[in-house]
């Protein structure tokens, strides 16, 4: 096994380079050295894979995902935090594994990662807070560009992902990634495992692309509007929000073509019913709303 780079306690890092967490980024490093250990197992990174890192901070968890007993080939830190790029180069710049991007990873072409591996990349970090459904949702519309994600996120957003029909949190979050891939929460992180101690608990979930959507559909861009329009006026009922998003006559129509009433909420719908509904919308009268 080749011998990655030391690992060392993140504020010992900070402190070293004259830096602290910046509140206005949101930054809370975790400290834990266990739960980095987790993260890199849950990874199951092989010698032929690349990992994309998400927010690669003071290089942490980097190190943690070349300390494994099998290591990947590549690891590309993605960071756009210009204090924390600057220690990364300081502090593993003479890692041959490591490619170090200034970018913000929002905008990450993970086909183009994907691509230059010759594979679909593995992605790993502790997503910002203030951002996490915009990069989740970038990671699932990399389709087969990603093959899974292990990542950290708020307890509260892993639930809302993980949520199933009937519960008051399941909504386009839900339906949107549990339709692409198979998400399972695989543990909790206490606020003490990070410097500065965040107010909410964490967990990390495992995001894994599906050989096949859970529901197949006609036209994956229409369910992802129908998604959308429903559950954007959620208390409304479906013969509503699906009339004013596509007119009355059309969503008559739908709705008796898929067998779903119009009395019912979004919440109350499986993947299964919205892909019905998709496919009664795309092959019945015209969609007189844009």
């Known amino acids: 096994m080749i011998v990655g780079p030391k690992a060392e306690n993140p504020r010992a890092v900070l402190a070293r380079h004259g830096l602290d967490a910046k509140k206005s980024w949101g930054q809370n490093f975790l400290i834990d050295r266990t739960v980095h250990e987790r993260i890199a197992r849950a990874a199951a990174a092989r010698t032929e894979d690349v990992v994309v890192e ?48 200034a ?24 997503l910002p807070y203030q951002i996490t459904t915009a990069l989740l949702f970038a990671i699932v519309d990399a389709g087969d560009a990603v093959a899974r994600a292990i990542v950290m996120v708020q307890r509260e957003f892993a639930e809302r992902v993980i949520a199933a029909p009937g519960n008051k949190i399941y909504g386009r979050l839900s339906v949107m990634v549990q339709q692409q891939a198979e998400a399972r929460l695989l543990f909790n992180v206490h606020p003490g495992a990070f410097f500065p101690r965040p107010r909410v608990m964490s967990a990390v979930m495992s995001i894994a692309r599906r050989a096949a959507p859970l529901a197949a559909v006609r036209d994956e861009a229409l369910f992802a509007r129908v998604v959308r329009e429903t559950f954007s006026t959620r208390r409304k009922m479906l013969r509503r929000s699906l009339g004013d998003a596509f007119g009355a006559d059309t969503a008559t129509a739908a709705l008796l073509g898929s067998g779903v009433e119009g009395t019912r909420r979004p919440e109350e719908l499986t993947i299964g019913e919205f892909a019905r509904l998709t496919d009664a919308l795309a092959t019945g009268p015209s969609l007189v709303k844009g």
């Open 54 to 101: 998400i927010g690669a901070g003071v290089g942490t968890l980097t190190t943690a995902l070349l300390g494994t007993p099998v290591t990947p080939r590549k690891i590309v830190a993605v960071e756009r935090d210009p204090d924390m790029l600057a220690v990364l180069r300081a502090e593993l710049a003479e890692e041959p594994r490591i490619e170090i991007r």
């Open 103 to 126: 970018e913000d990873a929002v905008h990450f072409d993970f086909g183009a990662a994907a691509a230059a591996a010759g594979r679909p990349v593995i992605v790993v970090g502790n």
